[in-house]
T-cell receptor, first 110, second 111 residues
């Protein structure tokens, strides 16, 4: 099992550009989520999904979109990148209340 | 508002010097409390889940305990490889099962 994989590992964007952060898991978990981690702020939930076709907003959803067409994949889209979105992004999947995190994507918006 | 606070922010220990990390939360229908370990440049790694006051879980040199308003992560005779940031997260019934994370405690164990 690869667990939770994320691509890319690093990304630099210019303000206004759009991009998609990829997340995939091979554990057949129904619940998947996206977090951002900023110094002094802890991990904050952006969006989550309880299964294919079902998504909902977390604590900080503005500027981000998600979709869940399959159980395995849960991409996060930045519509128009802003410097405030500079952060480390983690995808997670969970089973029976145990969350498994991916290695993260470090995003810088200039 | 439901909140999670971890203390201290940073902790430096000598190898073998036991100590405890604290995670306190406002009471509003706790569904579960979780501890994670995070190494630099990596995603959090699940350690424990606690569900009810009085519950304890152990793993190697780590023991997690839970009361009605806080949890402790006890580290017994730590080794340098225990150095990491330890994150606490809580799940409340009125938050739809979402996790709310504390800011973490950065632990450094010197040989």
């Amino acid at each position: 099992n690869a667990g939770v994989t994320q691509t890319p590992k690093f990304q630099v964007l210019k303000t206004g550009q759009s991009m998609t952060l990829q997340c995939a898991q091979d554990m057949n978990h129904e619940y998947m989520s996206w977090y951002r981690q900023d110094p002094g702020m802890g991990l904050r939930l952006i969006h989550y999904s309880v299964g294919a076709g079902i998504t909902d907003q977390g604590e900080v959803p503005n500027g981000y979109n998600v979709s869940r067409s399959t159980t395995e994949d849960f991409p996060l889209r930045l519509l128009s990148a802003a410097p405030s979105q500079t952060s480390v992004y983690f995808c997670a999947s969970s089973f029976d209340n145990e969350q498994y995190f991916g290695p993260g994507t470090r995003l810088t918006v200039t | 508002e439901d909140q999670v606070t971890q203390s201290p922010e940073a902790l430096r220990l000598q190898e073998g010097e036991s100590s405890s990390l604290n995670c306190s939360y406002t009471v509003s229908g706790l569904r579960g409390l979780f501890w994670y370990r995070q190494d630099p440049g990596k995603g959090p790694e699940f350690l424990f889940t606690l569900y009810s006051a009085g519950e304890e879980k152990e793993k190697e040199r780590l023991k997690a305990t839970l009361t009605k308003k806080e949890s402790f992560l006890h580290i017994t005779a730590p080794k340098p490889e225990d150095s990491a940031t330890y994150l606490c997260a809580v799940q409340f019934y009125n938050q739809g099962g979402k996790l709310i994370f504390g800011q973490g405690t950065e632990l450094s164990v010197k040989p």
